[in-house]
């Protein structure tokens, strides 16, 4: 069964860079949309970025197009999300998921979640100054 594992979530100041890793355990690791999302303290979880299984199309949020790049490596089972010029309004844990179903168009519709088969624990993102 796939396992995900969050990494790289730190504390940085507004402007600063941070990557995120997601390392999956499991060998059809390359079959899955995985996508990015995070939830900060008293607000709903929101999709942050997602890419398809091989790599060839990638979706963002609005509120990080621009800033954060999404990217995969199916070698070493392991998605990362690079986040350049952060703001305070990205503080959140982030979560990595998994989809067999869901294709980038759709991995981060809140209203299609019942098809997101695995999530990681998170890592925590704190951007402040």
């Known amino acids: 069964q796939l396992q995900l594992v969050e990494s790289g979530g730190d504390s940085v100041q507004p402007g600063g860079s941070l990557r995120l890793a997601c390392a999956a355990s499991?060998?059809?690791?390359?079959?899955?949309?995985i996508g990015w999302f995070r939830q900060a303290p008293g607000k709903e979880r929101e999709g942050v970025s997602c890419?398809?299984?091989?790599?060839?199309?990638?979706n963002y949020a609005d509120s990080v197009k621009g800033r954060f790049t999404i990217s995969r490596d199916n070698a070493k089972n392991t998605v990362y999300l690079e986040m350049n010029s952060l703001k305070p309004e990205d503080t959140a844990v982030y979560y990595c998921?998994?989809?067999?179903?869901?294709?980038?168009?759709?991995?981060?519709?809140?209203?299609?979640?019942?098809?997101?088969?695995?999530w990681g624990l998170g890592t925590l993102v704190t951007v402040s100054s």
């Open positions: 890419i398809s299984s091989n790599g060839g199309s990638t």
């Open positions: 499991a060998f059809i690791f390359d079959v899955y949309t």
């Open positions: 998921a998994a989809s067999r179903i869901l294709p980038t168009a759709d991995m981060m519709d809140p209203s299609l979640a019942k098809y997101v088969e695995v």
